[in-house]
């Protein structure tokens, strides 16, 4: 890793000059909307989504990618000539391909072959190059020898997700949905639900609520393949697994990111519910989100229908991860659910009856 060199005043001035840079981006940028769900008023409970599909460069990853940036520079771990290369299922390569520009450095993702077509032309028109593996377990290990080949820096979300993200605040993801609650019949929600691919996102909420002392509990939700769900009900880490379906969530590793003390609750969604569940989400808002989203929605309609059955009131969140737009030679696309064997038809029945009911 090209480390920036303390005496070189020049180099100093360039970080600084893409600290700006990149902080503006921010300061440029409104909050995400959290959209109300239409459930029956009469229920007593509510749902909301948290819409970070409308950040800059489309999904919850560009929050991540900022902080990641920032680390990376303070750290004086990036400099004027530093290649970035990361290992991303996607989203976060597509963020990261926008700051790498913002602030005129290259950029290399390392990413499996069956990553969707609609996000590598999205990381190329941010002016990233592509380096696709065959087998997703060796995005890591390929990550590194890129990162030492060109004398550069390996971002490595999967280790500083959390550790870059400020949990205390600072309008983290967590402390952006209490604040947008504070007007709500139930302020203090019930559940917060999220899905975890490098575990940032659910670290950074899990430690926000206990931070500030609120009784909201977390729910994470896993799809099929994957080695979270496994290794938070044995307590073992060194579970392994094929891998996800659903892009950006699911993993075939628990990674160091993933904080299971912080977690109340896991959910495992089978893939067919998690896709019926993102097309009924289109259905009942309107809203095109992608498939980590439907896996999310599948979860937080469970916990509604348990608060219900049991007599209780309050609200729910979850997250829109990203758009639907992405997802369009996969999850939209017939063909390639019966080629998956996934029959989406009876969760979407049923998901269809629990908003009659
Ligand atoms: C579409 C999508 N949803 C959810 C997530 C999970 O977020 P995190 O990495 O913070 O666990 C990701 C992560 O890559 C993602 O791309």
Not at 209 to 232: C, K, M, Q
Request: proline share 5%.
């Amino acid at each position: 890793m090209e480390q920036v060199d303390r005496h070189d005043v020049r180099a100093r001035h360039w970080v600084a000059e893409a600290i700006r840079q990149v902080e503006a981006d921010a300061h440029r940028s409104c909050d995400t909307h959290l959209h109300v769900f239409p459930l029956p008023a009469h229920w007593g409970v509510n749902l909301y989504l948290k819409d970070e599909s409308v950040h800059p460069t489309g999904s919850l990853k560009h929050r991540l990618a900022r902080s990641l940036f920032l680390y990376g520079l303070a750290n004086g771990w990036i400099g004027p000539n530093t290649t970035i290369v990361e290992a991303s299922s996607g989203s976060t390569a597509v963020s990261e391909a926008y700051f790498a520009r913002l602030i005129g450095l290259p950029f290399i993702a390392v990413m499996p072959e069956s990553t969707s077509p609609e996000k590598i032309s999205l990381i190329e028109f941010y002016g990233g190059k592509c380096h696709l593996v065959t087998d997703p377990r060796t995005i890591y290990a390929e990550s590194i020898r890129l990162a030492t080949e060109s004398g550069g820096h390996f971002m490595d979300q999967f280790t500083y997700a959390e550790r870059a993200t400020d949990w205390r605040g600072n309008n983290n993801i967590a402390e952006s949905i209490f604040h947008q609650l504070a007007m709500e019949p139930h302020p203090e929600p019930t559940w917060i639900v999220v899905g975890a691919g490098t575990g940032g996102t659910s670290s950074t909420i899990g430690r926000y609520i206990r931070y500030r002392r609120y009784a909201t509990r977390l729910a994470v939700v896993d799809p099929e393949g994957s080695a979270f769900y496994p290794s938070w009900v044995t307590g073992d880490a060194s579970v392994t697994a094929p891998g996800s379906r659903i892009e950006g969530i699911g993993r075939p590793r628990v990674e160091p990111s993933f904080l299971p003390s912080v977690i109340d609750r896991m959910i495992q969604v089978p893939d067919a519910l998690s896709i019926a569940a993102m097309r009924w989400v289109r259905e009942v808002t309107g809203r095109d989100v992608g498939g980590s989203t439907g896996t999310n929605v599948a979860a937080a309609v469970q916990l509604l229908a348990e608060m219900r059955a049991a007599g209780e009131e309050g609200s729910v969140v979850t997250l829109i991860c990203d758009g639907g737009e992405r997802y369009r030679g996969t999850y939209d696309n017939d063909a390639w659910l019966r080629d998956q064997r996934l029959d989406i038809h009876p969760h979407l029945a049923n998901l269809r009856a629990f908003l009659a009911s």
